[in-house]
């Protein structure tokens, strides 16, 4: 799927940052290299009319608002934070946590942000993207499948931002993981059509105001 998205980043003092792809934080505790605060975030949900012919009948899921906390903490090139929130808009219901551990650095002109990351989620969640009820079995002739919660997925992610001027830079982001568990036993994944791997690509022209 192809989605045109406006890349919006910026924030206030030390404590609140925010990007349209990873949310904003407000830090309520900031100690050496530590920090801790409050997290907000969106998630594309999944719409049956641009959806694959085999994934018809499933149920709509609307996008979703979510909110929780984080703590994070760099030292050096190396970052480490994990972020857990709560769906607020009663779209899947379920939570999820995210572990990143990053490195970070130039090379070349081109500074880059690379690392491990790990997605864990309740069963709600895991239900509601993953799962397939007796009704959507029906209707779009998959097996029923009801997922536990757990980890959702492992992989590598990273960013690389190259500045043409003072204020414009080209941002390219990736970000790689296969689902596995109970989620990667979900016939939406692991029936044919479907896949394990996961893959996110993006590139976006940025101009700074400030």
Known sequence: MALPL???SGGYGTRFDFDILDGATYSMIEA???SAGFAARWQLGRSFHD??????GLRHISRSFEIGGFAAYEAGPLALQATLTQDVTRSHHGAELEIRALAQGA??????????H????????????????AEEARASGLPAYRPGGGIERIGL??????????????IGVFDYSRLIGDIGRSPLASAPGGTRHQLDVGVFLTYRLF
């Open 6 to 8: 406006p890349y919006l």
């Open 32 to 34: 050496g290299g530590f």
């Open 51 to 56: 959806s694959k012919a085999r994934l018809r």
């Open 107 to 116: 090379i070349g002109h081109v500074a880059v942000s690379a690392g491990p």
């Open 118 to 133: 790990l997605i864990a989620v309740t069963q709600p969640f895991a239900q509601a993207f993953y799962g397939v009820s």
């Open 157 to 170: 992610m990273g960013t690389g931002e190259w500045r043409l001027t003072d204020r414009t830079s080209l």
